[in-house]
């Protein structure tokens, strides 16, 4: 008699267990479209930064194209009055400039690069998560389907 009972009661357990199985699909769906959102809306923002990233590049590179243009007008108006020294640290501080400038502009031109790439992957992100969104109720259906003959079967 205890047999018995004992054998119904983990029949029990195992069908209560099997019951909490089927729970945990959907929530387990629900829990990566979460953290699907949740990367999205970080690729977000990092394309957010990268914008403006890109915008103090380039205002930066309009700075020290402007800055190296003084500085080349200085040293032609050294050399007029023959001033050798002044038009010789003139000439450097252009070259500085100059270089800071064309640094800037490729740092620009990678991150352009690197923007272009990100909002490519938010794309994908989106297209993944209507799709997952989509077929959420079917996947939970298929697990819950999945779930039932594993019991039968047993």
Same mark, same amino acid.
């Given at each position: ?35 699907? *959102?949740? &990367? ?7 394309? =957010?930064?990268?914008? +403006? @990233? #890109?915008?103090? $590049? ?53 991150? *352009?690069? &690197? ?7 938010? =794309?994908?992100?989106? +297209? @993944? #998560?209507?799709? $997952? ?22």
């Amino acid at each position: 008699m205890f047999d018995n009972l004992r054998q119904a009661f983990r029949e029990a357990v195992d069908n209560f267990k099997d019951e909490l199985g089927r729970d945990d699909v959907p929530e387990a769906v629900s829990r990566i479209l979460r953290e699907m *959102k949740r &990367e999205a809306a970080d690729t977000k923002a990092a394309i =957010r930064r990268l914008k +403006e @990233a #890109i915008r103090s $590049a380039i205002e930066r590179a309009e700075k020290e194209k402007g800055d190296g243009k003084t500085c080349r007008r200085r040293e032609k108006l050294a050399l007029d009055i023959t001033d050798e020294d002044t038009a010789r640290v003139a000439r450097e501080y252009a070259e500085k400039h100059e270089h800071r400038r064309s640094v800037l502009e490729h740092k620009a031109l990678a991150l *352009k690069d &690197e923007l272009d790439m990100r909002e490519e992957e938010f =794309r994908e992100m989106v +297209e @993944a #998560i209507k799709e $997952a969104a989509k077929n959420r109720d079917t996947l939970s259906a298929t697990a819950g389907r999945a779930s039932a003959r594993n019991s039968i079967d047993e």
